[in-house]
């Protein structure tokens, strides 16, 4: 009896493999230096590794679409959208947070592996053609940023954070899991091609995949922090170390809605009619309590935890309609999210570089000694308020307009007043720093990394709320394989 052995093709997966081995040798590299020169050295190489994937994704980006391993991983203009999109949300997070874990202690080789190996899971999870390489992928991530958030070992909070990260993140895998036997339990197979066969010949009636298809949802709301399972997110975001909640708020949110993208619209398109509500329930859920329970929040991290979870409501609304206008919102709406967060942690690392709290209150004053502080602070709470001309006000039309012509009038109107009563907690931050007088000077110095970050996303957040035509048009082209 003879095995078939599957087609193997490794080009496709090069900044995967570009990604594994400089994780594994700057692993080695920094155990043999000292603490200070192996975590600047394996620093530096992380970096240059992630540029050089991002190298190799653009380059490839145009290609046609290709399979490998017997379709277990996929590389298309979706996967690598996706990936440029998480090398920016692990590169950003490194270079703006270089000055605050050198004064946390937290500069060591591991950090740098551990984000790497989140970003190698992230980006399996974007080429994922199974539920087999999904799962790998996921579970490398959430693995690695488990550790991260409980990185300060003399921390009780981080302690606590990555404790009770892992433990709800086991109960979501669980239900992922549990959710994929059901589907091969009703389909026979685990490759998305053949559950799509399998849902063409009478699988949409069979009540285990319908069953299989919410659990493997509600395991996958829990990484993207979607309520009602986003409990998990206001605790882990303020205990974890600030640096680590940048990059958890960016990676593993595209990483999850890459992970639906080929789940939903790619496996189970043709049971819209079934998901779709679900997500729409968990789409409104999200965006009121962003709304509603970031209002009493004292502490910034908090209420940016909260505010994640709304947006996080806002683009699952794209996936509602099920249509390729949906779909290209997301995408939009992923990226302007991704350079709003990025901008906006990297101002709160420059404030703690000079002593400055996680309280809003901390922030009083701020105008009045670095009014350009301000101003960015300020253009990245206005753009999350989704206020215009910003790039804010972009990714929330894009997706209220496809709600809209996709027949759910009463979506969009629901999304238009939950934006509203959110821009409340937005503008109370503006307020605290224009209006209020401070109490001690700011001596903040900008300068190096965390400039680069704060001018690159407040560049990008004024160029795509004026000229959003290059985003719309990239993201158009990257869902052409969920058409």
Not at 25 to 39: C, E, I, S, T, V
Not at 136 to 155: F, K, P
């Amino acid at each position: 009896m003879s095995v078939p052995m599957p087609e193997i093709n490794l080009v496709p997966l090069l900044p995967e493999i570009v990604i594994a081995l400089a994780a594994l040798g700057l692993l080695l590299a920094g155990a043999w230096r000292d603490k200070l020169d192996g975590g600047s050295l394996v620093g530096y190489g992380s970096l240059l590794a992630i540029l050089l994937a991002a190298y190799i994704t653009w380059s490839g980006m145009g290609d046609d679409p290709v399979e490998t391993f017997g379709g277990m991983f996929v590389g298309d203009a979706f996967a690598s959208f996706m990936k440029m999109l998480m090398y920016v949300g692990a590169l950003f997070p490194i270079l703006m947070a270089w000055d605050a874990i050198q004064r946390l202690g937290l500069l060591s080789g591991e950090y740098f592996v551990l984000i790497l190996f989140a970003l190698l899971g992230g980006m399996i999870m974007a080429s994922s053609g199974d539920f087999l390489s999904l799962y790998l992928g996921l579970e490398m991530m959430s693995l690695a940023i488990y550790v991260l958030a409980g990185y300060r070992r003399d921390d009780t909070l981080s302690n606590e954070a990555g404790l009770k990260y892992f433990v709800l993140g086991s109960m979501a895998s669980g239900l992922f899991l549990y959710g994929v036997s059901l589907i091969y339990g009703g389909t026979g197979g685990i490759t998305f091609t053949g559950v799509q066969e399998a849902m063409a010949v009478g699988g949409k009636e069979h009540l285990g995949i319908r069953l299989g298809v919410i659990l493997v949802i509600s395991g996958l709301a829990f990484k993207v922090a979607a309520a009602p399972f986003h409990m998990w997110s206001p605790d882990v975001y303020e205990g974890s170390p600030t640096p680590v909640t940048a990059f958890m708020t960016s990676l593993p949110k595209i990483a999850g809605f890459a992970a639906l993208f080929r789940i939903l619209p790619g496996a189970f398109e043709s049971l819209h009619g079934q998901w779709g509500p679900v997500v729409q329930f968990l789409g409104i859920l999200s965006m009121a309590v962003g709304a509603f329970a970031a209002i009493p929040q004292t502490n910034i991290k908090r209420m940016l935890a909260y505010s994640s979870v709304g947006h996080v409501g806002y683009a699952l609304i794209g996936l509602v309609p099920g249509t390729a206008m949906g779909y290209r919102s997301i995408l939009i709406y992923l990226a302007i999210y991704l350079f709003m967060n990025m901008g906006t942690f990297a101002l709160i690392l420059v404030l703690g570089r000079d002593g400055i709290g996680e309280s809003i209150q901390d922030y009083r004053g701020l105008a009045h000694k670095r009014p350009v502080l301000a101003a960015v602070m300020a253009l990245c709470m206005f753009s999350m308020a989704g206020i215009p001309p910003l790039a804010g006000f972009i990714g929330k039309l894009q997706v209220f307009m496809a709600a809209v012509r996709g027949g759910y009038v009463g979506v969009a109107l629901v999304g238009v007043l939950f934006s509203a009563i959110a821009a409340y907690y937005y503008l109370r931050v503006v307020k605290v720093m224009y209006f209020e007088q401070p109490e001690a000077g700011f001596r903040m110095q900008v300068g190096g990394f965390s400039g680069v970050v704060l001018a690159l996303s407040t560049f990008l957040i004024l160029l795509w709320g004026i000229q959003p035509g290059r985003l719309l048009a990239w993201a158009e082209a990257s869902i052409t394989p969920f058409l």
